[in-house]
């Protein structure tokens, strides 16, 4: 029983111990293969090592004499930029020195320049103080023999001079003048003329009187009513004179004033519409026409405005040109004036290429300042040209107003446009009138103004002061100094005159020789 349980115990202690053993073997040859391995390992390590150690020593190596020869090589490139700049700066320092001789030499000759002209400088002193001497007594030998002093002299060829530029400037004028009428008078005329020729207005004096026309001859007796009541309550209204004649259908009004025979002839125009003429109704149209002539101003500057076809005007300037139809200068109804004025320069303003319209609108407004004259101090050219900028118009229109008379130059075109054409309707024959004693004095302002010539030994205003003819003394005044004279006188004439049309100023020289035969 012992030996069944030994033998299967020593069976397992000895597999116990071969399986010990056998492990430690196992351990032993596994630690020796990791000791081999581990030193295979080291080594290759230490030779991997070894090669990276001298890799990067030559890869170093290599970066020193790469950095070497970059080094170098700059060192080589600033030594020859150094050298280059140092040669640079030597050709410099040559250069400059060379041009510090030139100067230095220039600057010896420039002395030595001075010194010689210092030189000429005393030399030429000399010979100008000696010229001066001789000058001096070559003057002084020349006033003996001459016995003029240089200012006797000076101012006798200064005389001489100025005949001779006087003779000049006269014969110039002389030309000039000629040469302007030969081409400006023949066009001027055609121009006028064919303006005048188209407007060709009658030109009616109504300083007194106003015709009325009547729808038929037996209106008359009922103007005139029973034992002549009806006329006398119409003169006693109106304060006109009630005139019927022969005439046929025609009644005619007069008075000074022109508004009271404009309200007695809208008064018989109206009686006459209405069919009752009789003193109560003569009175009440009369009274109720007075209380209506503002309208009645207005609708004559409408009426004004339309026949001449403008563009719309003002409501204040068309009240102006209405009161313009109660005016009347030198006879000339003043509206009727101002609108052939308007006329006459838009046909004329074609002709030198302005515009008709504006030209039109100016030659109506140009006495629009006699509507307020006297109510407002100044001339009726400023009134007007001050009420028409007031009411915008155009400033070429204003200016045109303003110097349609004498009071600025015509600055342009239309001015002397404007200014022409009421010129044309004022010089019209039969167009003014004026008094006996405005036309002696200004006959005689016209002789004044040429007796104050020196020279002058007579002086005639002819053809109603259209002309002035001016008689000089021949020996002292020559045909040069004539010319001027008639130029002179004429300025004289457009500064300080008033005057409608042109003034032809004619001096006339004559030299007479008388021998006697015995």
Not at 302 to 328: D, I, N, Q, S, Y
Request: hydrophobic letters at 45%; proline letters at 3%; one cysteine or more.
């Amino acid at each position: 029983m012992f030996l069944e349980w030994l033998w299967p115990t020593l069976t397992a202690v000895g597999f116990a111990l071969i399986g010990f053993f056998g492990h430690a073997l196992f351990v032993r040859v596994r630690d020796t293969a990791a000791n081999r391995a581990a030193g295979d390992v080291l080594r290759e390590a230490q030779r991997d090592a070894d090669v990276l150690r001298k890799e990067a020593e030559l890869a170093v190596r290599h970066e020193r004499i790469l950095s070497r020869e970059k080094i170098e090589h700059e060192m080589k490139s600033r030594q020859q930029v150094l050298s280059v700049a140092a040669d640079r700066l030597s050709r410099q320092d040559e250069r400059l020195e060379r041009e510090e001789k030139r100067i230095e030499q220039r600057a010896q000759a420039l002395d030595t320049r001075a010194a010689q002209l210092e030189d000429d400088r005393a030399l030429l002193q000399a010979e100008r103080d000696k010229l001066e001497r001789l000058l001096e007594n070559e003057q002084q030998q020349l006033e003996s023999l001459a016995h003029l002093t240089v200012e006797q002299a000076r101012h006798e060829l200064l005389a001489r001079l100025d005949d001779e530029l006087a003779v000049e400037s006269a014969s110039r004028l002389r030309k000039a003048q000629d040469d302007a009428r030969a081409t400006a008078e023949a066009q001027a005329r055609s121009i006028l003329t064919t303006a005048i020729q188209r407007q060709a207005t009658d030109q009616v004096v109504d300083v007194t009187t106003t015709p009325v026309h009547l729808q038929d001859e037996s209106m008359k007796g009922r103007i005139i009513g029973r034992e002549g009541r009806n006329i006398r309550a119409l003169e006693m209204a109106t304060g006109v004179t009630v005139i019927i004649d022969d005439s046929p259908e025609l009644v005619v009004l007069s008075s000074f004033d022109p508004i009271r025979r404009e309200i007695a002839k809208v008064v018989l125009e109206r009686l006459m519409a209405d069919g009752r003429i009789n003193p109560a109704r003569i009175e009440e149209m009369t009274d109720k026409v007075t209380s209506d002539l503002d309208t009645l101003i207005l609708q004559a500057g409408e009426e004004a405005v339309e026949a001449l076809r403008l563009a719309p005007v003002p409501l204040e300037l068309l009240r102006l040109l209405g009161r313009l139809k109660f005016r009347t200068s030198f006879s000339q109804n003043v509206l009727r004036h101002s609108m052939e004025a308007a006329r006459l320069a838009a046909l004329m303003a074609p002709e030198i290429g302005l515009d008709p319209d504006m030209a039109k609108r100016a030659g109506l407004f140009h006495d629009i300042g006699k509507a307020l004259d006297h109510e407002v101090e100044g001339r009726h050219a400023e009134i007007g040209a001050d009420v028409l900028r007031k009411a915008g118009e155009s400033e070429l229109i204003v200016e045109a107003v303003c110097a349609h008379h004498d009071g600025l130059e015509p600055g342009s075109a239309y001015a002397a446009l404007v200014a022409t054409a009421d010129a044309i309707t004022a010089a019209r024959p039969g167009a003014r009138a004026e008094t006996t004693g405005l036309y002696l004095q200004r006959l005689e302002n016209l002789e004044a103004i040429a007796k104050s010539e020196p020279g002058v030994v007579r002086s005639l205003a002819m053809q109603a002061g259209r002309e002035l003819r001016i008689f000089v003394e021949p020996t002292e005044i020559d045909d040069a100094t004539a010319i001027q004279l008639a130029r002179r006188i004429s300025q004289k004439i457009e500064q300080t005159l008033a005057y409608p049309g042109q003034i032809k100023v004619t001096v006339i020289r004559e030299t007479r020789y008388v021998e006697y035969a015995r």
